[in-house]
């Protein structure tokens, strides 16, 4: 992994869980608070008799939002991963590839917010290199999956996140924040800085899910 | 049966077979890496890439299952540019170090990349660089050089039990390994090695030491546990550099466990290179005409019976033939080959072998083990248990008496000790129920079960539970002992067992006899032999046996001589010499031969043919190389009509407690020392394996 091109994770992200730097972050422990245990019974009964495996994925959704509630900083420790083999019946190397293999699932402890960046193509064309540097302006960030000196902010780039319509998106933990510009971000940052709770996630510019900007310009009058 | 056209020629291969299969069944040879007979398909080197007429696209045909009438084409145009570009693609990432590769030579993807692969590079760029893993004294790791086809990771889950292995991350920046480091604690982690198919997993004992091309091969015998997997001994000079499995389905598919395949340093250190002879408490370095003198003078008016001799576990038949048949000259009945004071009733064949034969238990539907841990005494056996165990989807029932343990297959802990058996044979015991109802029901008792004042009992017991459930019948036999030892059914073949008034093993090193001929055996501690007793230790290596000697004849280890073994099954092997042994040592028979001649007492046989029809009239068994499957004719078990009743509840004890470290060659073997030391360790920091995968 000693090669990267920009924009890969870095090495630390991925691999080894035994590195000295890895260790230092790793908790010893692992529990399931009482919040999560409601939904993992409601997870697991989603899926037949002898295919619990299959929750392996909502269950490390699971595990990264308790370590945001618990610790300000929303990832999966490897602790973790053990315990949701555990539940699952599964041996934890099968934990470890799951975990590893998605990008959404942080393998070492992030910012506070996890400032997740589309810059692909239709996010570019709308302006996402304005967000991009509202960001590093805010947050002081210099490269992709940095965290800001204040702990807050973590800096990801992620391929397209589905809302091309509402373009550029930024997505903060697992809420979007649509329609975002330059402006727009360094205020919704700044707020966060200032220890405000986010605003409701969405189109920043009011825009009715993905109705025109501005509002409707067809289908004006609706008869029933 | 399906009929298809493969490049032109009709081939008809069963129905389920993969297009791969069928290629290979008509004669064309289709390159591939993921792909492995013996394990799950993965489907993801997309080197078999063939054409299939109406297919648009070429297809990956060790995934793609065959269709009446469908048309292959193996060799045209399109497969050539796709196996190049496919090989093109592979190679991207491959380093360009096969010069200093131990896998040269004899890698699939040199030799394919030859074949199938272009002529010249077009790739400028930067190839990416993998940090190796740590996995242990056995597998050395160059991970830059993975393909990754994955065949580690199936092997690790599939055969060997052990989910430890597996892709970390995605795309450039995939990753073999255990992610969390630690060795593999996988008795058959060795096996990676042949199956990985490049150079990103090595033996770590043999790195750096030579080329495939150097090697003189020789067939041989394992004989460091009693499943006698068939090897070939790889030998440059005067050294075994490596031992590598051959393929028999019928004993070890083609695995081969790790003390095996690394005890080969083993047979370079603390060898006996030349006689010894006791003076004043010390041992000094002789001649053979000394030591030979030495030992005839100390026999000269000792009474017979006063004369024993007792077989080790690692003894070729030739060298116990010859052995009794010096004492039967001598007129001793004094021998024994059960060190281990296991109690064994010689008195039918049946009694001590491994009737449903290794190959038998993939028609095992319940399993009962007694008194063993096969995973530690045999884990290619094992192996096969949990090869049956995942083709009934898991479904099969193992029951275990003896100490828990984990056997990389669904087991259920009936117990600890022999008191069970009683329930088990009137049926009352829920697991009798399961035996009882199962078409092939097999019986495992193993050694730890025997190595006890009661072993008797318990194997009257144990047969009578097998009887009771049905597993004795005419066209299958469910009652099975599993050995530890490689020479011990050799041995109880050939009758190394005490004659009528003889005395045995515990008799005999209780101060029964004044001189013992030890041959090999280094299981007991020597402190146990009388102080009057004079032993001669005939053997290979400086052991506990050789440390309890008056006199030390050195013999030959089992790469230095042809010899004859009969594994746990029954199954006549053989194995041929691969190198002379060190210094003055001598074939083993050899040595008796000629000392039977110093005290007047030749031995009628000049060669090893001669000796063998010596062997033949013993026993006829020795009369063929190999095994016939047989079933039960005779429902009566050992210990007779009425055999002792169960006393002691006692629990049964392990029969290997360190795998690593059963014998002379593996105790002296540096790397099994290492594997010995980590073990614990490594099992600590594995993560808890969940056997159902």
């Known amino acids: 992994m000693s090669v990267l091109h920009p924009g890969a994770f870095s090495a630390d992200n991925v691999g080894d869980g ?71 019946r599964m041996p934890p190397i099968r934990v470890y590839e799951v975990a590893t293999f998605y990008l959404m699932f942080n393998t070492t402890p992030v910012g506070k917010y996890h400032l997740q960046l589309c810059t692909t193509t239709p996010c570019w064309l709308r302006g996402s290199d304005d967000v991009v540097a509202a960001c590093r302006k805010v947050t002081g960030i210099k490269g992709w999956h940095e965290t800001s000196e204040d702990g807050l902010f973590t800096m990801s ?51 009715m899910t993905s109705a025109p900007e501005g509002g409707p310009n067809t289908l004006l009058t609706v008869t029933e | 049966m399906v009929k298809l056209i493969v490049d032109g020629s009709e081939v008809e291969v069963a129905a389920g077979s993969s297009v791969l299969q069928a290629c290979e069944q008509a004669g064309r040879e289709i390159p591939h890496f993921c792909y492995h007979e013996r394990l799950s398909v993965a489907g993801n080197c997309r080197m078999c890439l063939v054409e299939i007429e109406k297919a ?38 491959h380093p360009l170090d096969c010069p200093i590769c131990d896998q040269g030579g004899e890698c699939d993807l040199q030799d394919q990349a030859y074949a199938y692969g272009g002529d010249h590079s077009r790739y400028a760029e930067n190839k990416r660089a993998v940090k190796d893993k740590e996995l242990g004294p056995i597998v050395k790791t160059v991970m830059t050089r993975c393909i990754q086809c ?60 030579a080329r495939p091309w150097e090697l003189t091969k020789t067939d041989s015998v394992d004989v460091l546990d009693a499943v006698g997997t068939p090897i070939r001994v790889d030998t440059k000079g005067p050294e075994v550099l490596r031992f590598l499995p051959r393929v028999n389905d019928e004993i070890n598919d083609e695995w081969m466990a790790d003390k095996s395949r690394f005890s080969f340093d083993g047979l370079k250190r603390r060898r006996l290179d030349r006689p010894w002879i006791r003076q004043n408490g010390r041992l000094v370095q002789a001649t053979w005409p000394d030591a030979f003198a030495a030992i005839a003078a100390r026999l000269r008016g000792v009474d017979p019976k006063r004369i024993g001799a007792v077989a080790g576990d690692l003894c070729d038949a030739e060298s116990m033939m010859a ?160 050995h530890s030892a490689a020479a011990r059914v050799g041995a109880l073949d050939l009758g190394f067992l005490p004659g009528a008034s003889g005395l045995d093993f515990a008799g005999m090193v209780g101060g029964g006899v004044d001189v013992l001929w030890n041959l090999g055996a280094d299981e007991f501690d020597g402190a146990r032999i009388g102080a009057g007793t004079f032993v001669i230790y005939q053997g290979h290596h400086g052991d506990r046996g050789a440390a309890r000697a008056d006199v030390i004849l050195p013999g030959s280890a089992y790469t230095e001589k042809d010899g004859t073994y009969v594994n746990t099954e029954g199954r006549v092997q053989r194995g041929y010499r691969a190198l002379f042994a060190p210094g003055d040592a001598r074939e083993d028979w050899r040595i008796l031969r000629a000392f039977s001649a110093v005290i007047g007492h030749a031995l009628p046989y000049d060669d090893i043919d001669a000796l063998r029809g010596r062997m033949e009239q013993v026993n006829p068994v020795f009369a063929r190389v190999g095994l016939a499957r047989f079933g039960a ?50 099992l600590a920091a594995a993560p808890l394996a969940v056997a159902a995968e």
């Open chain 2, 323 to 482: 052995l009794k048949d010096l004492m039967g000259a001598l007129g001793s009945q004094n021998l024994d080959c059960r060190q281990d004071g296991a109690q064994i009733d010689a008195s039918r064949r049946e009694f001590y072998l491994f009737n449903s034969t290794i190959a038998g238990i993939e028609a095992a539907d319940a399993i009962l083990i007694v008194g063993s841990n096969p995973r530690r005494e045999a884990p290619i056996l094992n192996a096969r248990i949990r090869k049956r165990w995942l083709a009934t989807g898991g479904h099969m029932p193992v029951g275990l008496i003896g100490p828990q343990a984990e056997l990389t297959y669904g087991v259920t802990h009936l117990g600890d000790g022999p008191g069970l058996l009683a329930s088990l044979q009137d049926g009352s015991h829920d697991f009798a129920q399961m035996l009882r109802g199962a078409d092939r029901p097999l019986v495992i008792v193993g050694q730890g079960a025997l190595r006890r004042p009661d072993g008797a009992a318990v194997l009257a017991q144990t047969w009578r539970v097998a009887a009771s459930v049905g597993a004795l019948s005419a066209d299958w036999h469910g009652f099975n002992m599993l």
């Open chain 2, 633 to 682: 004719s005779d429902q009566s078990g050992p210990g007779g009509a009425n055999p002792p009743p169960l006393p002691e509840a006692a629990p049964f004890v392990e029969a290997v407690t360190d795998y690593y470290q059963t014998n002379p060659i593996s105790r002296a073997s540096l790397t099994m020392a290492e594997c010995s030391r980590i073990a614990p360790a490594a």
């Open chain 2, 150 to 209: 994955t065949r580690c990771i199936r092997f690790a889950t599939e055969i060997a039990g052990v989910p430890e292995l597996g892709a970390t991350a995605r795309g450039e920046n995939m990753e073999v390994g255990t992610y969390v480091e630690h060795a593999l604690t996988s008795e058959l982690s060795g096996n990676l090695i042949d199956i990985c198919p490049v150079g990103a997993l090595t033996s770590k004992p043999y790195a750096f030491v």
């Open chain 1, 157 to 207: 780039e992620v391929e397209c996140l589905g809302g091309c319509v509402n373009a550029p998106i930024l997505q903060i933990d697992n809420d979007f924040y649509e329609d975002m510009d330059g402006p727009l971000t360094e205020r919704l940052l700044e707020s966060l800085k200032r220890g405000e709770a986010p605003p409701q996630p969405g189109s920043m510019i009011g825009r």
């Open chain 1, 18 to 88: 035994s590195t000295a730097a890895h260790n230092r972050m790793e908790p010893t422990h692992f529990a399931f608070d009482a919040e999560s245990e409601a939904e993992i019974g409601r997870i697991i009964a989603r899926y037949p008799q002898g295919k619990q495996a299959s929750a392996v994925l909502p269950l490390l959704y699971l595990v990264q939002d308790q370590m945001r509630r618990h610790t300000a900083s929303g990832w999966v420790p490897r602790v973790a991963m053990d315990a949701v083999a555990a539940r699952l």
């Open chain 2, 56 to 93: 648009p696209k070429p297809i990956a045909s060790c995934a793609y299952p065959v269709a009446e009438g469908m048309v292959v084409r193996t060799d045209t145009p399109m497969v050539r540019q796709a196996r190049r570009g496919v090989m093109e693609f592979l190679l991207i990432n």
